[in-house]
């Protein structure tokens, strides 16, 4: 198993990179093989302080670097020696198996539709946030940012690639499907809603319970929420800023700990034919190792191949 590492995506890198692989290497009985893509100098260097074994670990040299905040179509066609570029060259090459960083978000969602490509039958990859529970389970809220309008058959493909990851990945059998809305009552909505219930409902790939609303995010009516990026970038920014306010106030409850981003890493680009996934910009070590820990799930449960498997019998 190869897992490509973007060592100088972030606003901390390469070092929280670093400290994420020491972590993964000293927490891990069975660690993949990375490969890390980014100024070998400054890896090596990193790499040697923190006493990281180099049996493990392939340094692949890339120069430049793609800022935040540049054009991602741009900057990909501009940097081919950049650290996510070289990154999807080895993914598409089939030298790794899956690819992470934390670097610029367009660039690694332009990457994964240009060199790997949609799942056959996915209008629209997607991207989701795991939603802690009152409870102590986790959700999985999908559309959060990329598709902010939608078609009602995208939020039919989001429960279907939702309910794989959350059945493959976060462990949840048979999980609950609820459409976000305004409202339980069938029928409730706007158009988008009105028209996406009845594709919910008839589907039979998925476990649709009806209509969450707002109040119902934090509880266990639903495991895997569905709705358009817009409405779902909203929600997430909400759900980061309760935990900033605890913070802020010094509340310590092992509840509003779970918002802290780094527990889960990044999020996974889904619908796309190889294992992406995109770490928040200020990601620390600790949220490294849980994306290769992600990745390396991934791979091991054959998620992908589940997912071309659903859309086959579509």
Excluded: W
Excluded at 13 to 39: C, I, M, R, W
Excluded at 165 to 187: F, R, S
């Amino acid at each position: 198993m190869n897992i490509g590492l973007d060592m100088m995506g972030g606003d901390l890198a390469p070092l929280e990179a670093v400290k994420g692989l020491q972590l993964y290497f000293n927490e891990t009985s069975s660690p993949a093989h990375l490969f890390l893509s980014g100024d070998e100098t400054q890896i090596n260097v990193l790499l040697k302080e923190h006493h990281i074994s180099s049996q493990k670990i392939t340094v692949i040299h890339a120069p430049q670097v793609i800022g935040m905040h540049e054009h991602p179509t741009k900057a990909l066609k501009e940097k081919p020696q950049s650290s996510i570029a070289v990154g999807f060259y080895l993914l598409a090459n089939n030298k790794i198996d899956a690819f992470i960083s934390a670097g610029n978000t367009g660039a690694m969602m332009v990457g994964a539709l240009f060199s790997i490509k949609a799942i056959d039958g996915v209008n629209r990859p997607t991207i989701s946030t795991i939603i802690p529970k009152e409870n102590g389970k986790t959700g999985l809220l999908l559309d959060v940012g990329i598709n902010a309008d939608c078609k009602p058959e995208n939020l039919n493909q989001f429960a279907i690639l939702g309910s794989l990851y959350a059945q493959y990945i976060l462990g949840i059998e048979n999980p609950k499907v609820g459409l976000m809305n305004v409202g339980e009552e069938e029928g409730k909505g706007n158009l988008l809603t009105q028209a996406a219930y009845p594709l919910l409902k008839e589907n039979k790939q998925i476990n649709f319970v009806g209509n969450t609303e707002g109040r119902d995010i934090f509880f266990d009516k639903a495991d895997v929420m569905v709705c358009d990026g817009f409405t779902g970038n909203i929600i997430l920014k909400l759900a980061e800023s309760l935990y900033e306010i605890t913070q802020n106030k010094k509340i310590h409850h092992q509840y509003f700990d779970q918002f802290n981003f780094e527990i889960y890493g990044g999020t996974p680009v889904l619908g796309v034919n190889k294992p992406v996934i995109i770490g928040h910009g200020i990601s620390k070590g600790r949220a490294f190792k849980n994306m290769i820990d992600v990745a390396q799930k991934m791979i091991a449960t054959d998620l992908l191949g589940k997912m071309k498997a659903s859309f086959t019998i579509n």
